[in-house]
């Protein structure tokens, strides 16, 4: 079966650090991959998405950007960040090639800026 | 404008005391609507994939219903362990990219 890995579960970070959150997938080949945010009582928004390795698509500009250096792993990072980038991370994963199949998340990185 | 409204955003529920939480739609060429429940710190659970008008999908005490504008997700006689949020997405085929559109959540709540 099918498993997604998120880490770290939870992260403060001060304004200005870096980031590198990592999401791998398990029991799957070329899936394509997702990060999206979730704020407090907004739904989730896309912030990337991949249907191949070192193919990413970014839908919202802004001081992150994303990597998939292989197959099965996604990448987030920043250079600097902002107190806006502060939320809930999620990354998920759905089968390649069909466009009408569902999503599967991993549990989630909780962001914290300071 | 691609659009997915939920309602109510909150429900509190009796244990036993049925209901239905809606998800209404707006997209130029439907592919796909999902339903999510979602833990507290916890990322999106996947419930059911509805296709076409008239589909509906079970499982225990959740029902799902699609129509050309709308899905409800029925609740039948719900216990406490029920208390979730629940997400509708729905993906569209228009663009030719694998987006999908989540609506705001419906927060739910079962009283024991």
């Known amino acids: 079966s099918q498993t997604i890995h998120q880490w770290p579960a939870t992260l403060v970070q001060p304004v200005g650090s870096p980031l590198s959150l990592e999401c791998t997938v398990e029991?799957?080949?070329?899936?394509?991959l997702y990060w999206y945010r979730q704020a407090a009582g907004r739904g989730l928004q896309l912030l990337f998405y991949?249907?191949?390795?070192?193919?990413i698509s970014s839908e919202v500009p802004q001081n992150l950007s994303a990597s998939r250096p292989q197959d099965r792993q996604f990448i987030l990072s920043s250079k600097k960040l902002l107190l806006s980038d502060s939320g809930f991370y999620l990354c998920?994963?759905?089968?390649?090639?069909?466009?009408?199949?569902?999503?599967?998340f991993g549990d989630g990185t909780r962001l914290s800026i300071l | 404008e691609d659009q997915v409204t939920q309602s109510p955003e909150a429900l509190r529920l009796q244990e036993g005391e049925s209901s239905s939480l809606n998800c209404s739609y707006t997209v130029s060429g439907l592919r796909g609507l999902f339903w999510y429940r979602q833990d507290p710190g916890k990322g999106p659970e996947f419930l059911f994939t509805l296709y076409s008008a008239g589909e509906e999908k079970e499982k225990e005490r959740l029902k799902a219903t699609l129509t050309k504008k709308e899905s409800f997700l029925h609740i039948t006689t719900p216990k406490p362990e029920d208390s979730a949020t629940y997400l509708c997405?729905?993906?569209?085929?228009?663009?030719?990219?694998?987006?999908?559109?989540f609506g705001t959540g419906t927060r739910l709540k079962v009283l024991a």
């Open positions: 029991g799957t080949s070329n899936p394509n």
């Open positions: 991949s249907v191949g390795i070192g193919q």
């Open positions: 997405a729905v993906q569209e085929g228009s663009s030719g990219t694998y987006k999908y559109i």
């Open positions: 998920a994963w759905s089968v390649s090639g069909q466009g009408d199949q569902p999503q599967h």
